[in-house]
């Protein structure tokens, strides 16, 4: 439904959201320059705005991956996402994730996670797979899940992955099951909680 049509490589990681200090874009840009994957042409776009955006920068600087790391600010139309998206190995979430899960799987595109943090309803997203985990504030073990995320990147999967996630978790697929609650029609749950 949402996942890309791009057809140019797959070369950057993706982060979308605020950049605040909760959210530990450091540690993605420490991560993404122990990778070595810049020297491989790979480069970092980070989407989003917030208080912490020059300090990024001039990390990314001390780093030497400034000129292979993007911030793109407010991104928010669906078209402009999806390039975004279109050239994503994968998206990271290296604080608590939320949303994030939610637009990456539904573009079909894998994702990152931090391990230990308090994460939103969203991380239930895990049962659809494409979904990593990597060590919390360890920039060393995230590193490590980049260049595995990129040495398995491939478009296959990614339309099918669009499609599961929009059958079950999309606004129209929420909005339906709560018509049916409302209208007390049975609906068949897994054994997971999950419409069957």
């Known amino acids: 439904m949402l996942a890309g049509t791009g057809t140019g490589p797959l070369d950057a990681f993706v982060y979308v959201g605020r950049l605040e200090s909760s959210k530990k874009v450091d540690v993605l ?52 996402l999806r390039e975004v998206y279109n050239s994503a190995i994968c998206s990271v979430s290296p604080g608590y994730a939320g949303l994030s899960i939610t637009q990456s799987l539904g573009f079909g595109v894998p994702v990152v996670v931090s391990r230990d943090e308090p994460h939103a309803p969203e991380i239930e997203l895990v049962k659809f797979g494409e ?11 995230l590193a490590s899940a980049l260049r595995s995320a990129r040495d398995r990147s491939s478009r296959d999967g990614r339309q099918e992955l669009s499609d599961r996630v929009a059958s079950s978790y999309s606004a129209e697929a929420m909005a339906s099951g ?14 997971d909680g999950w419409p069957c």
């Open 178 to 191: 709560i018509l049916c609650a409302l209208d007390g029609v049975e609906q068949t749950l897994g054994k």
């Open 131 to 141: 979904v990593e985990f990597f060590d919390t504030d360890d920039h060393y073990s």
């Open 29 to 80: 840009i420490s991560a993404f320059a122990s990778s070595g994957l810049k020297a491989a042409g790979v480069n970092l776009r980070i989407v989003g705005v917030g208080s912490q955006r020059e300090y990024l920068e001039g990390l990314a600087a001390k780093l030497g991956v400034a000129d292979s790391t993007f911030f793109l600010g407010q991104i928010s139309t669906p078209e402009e």
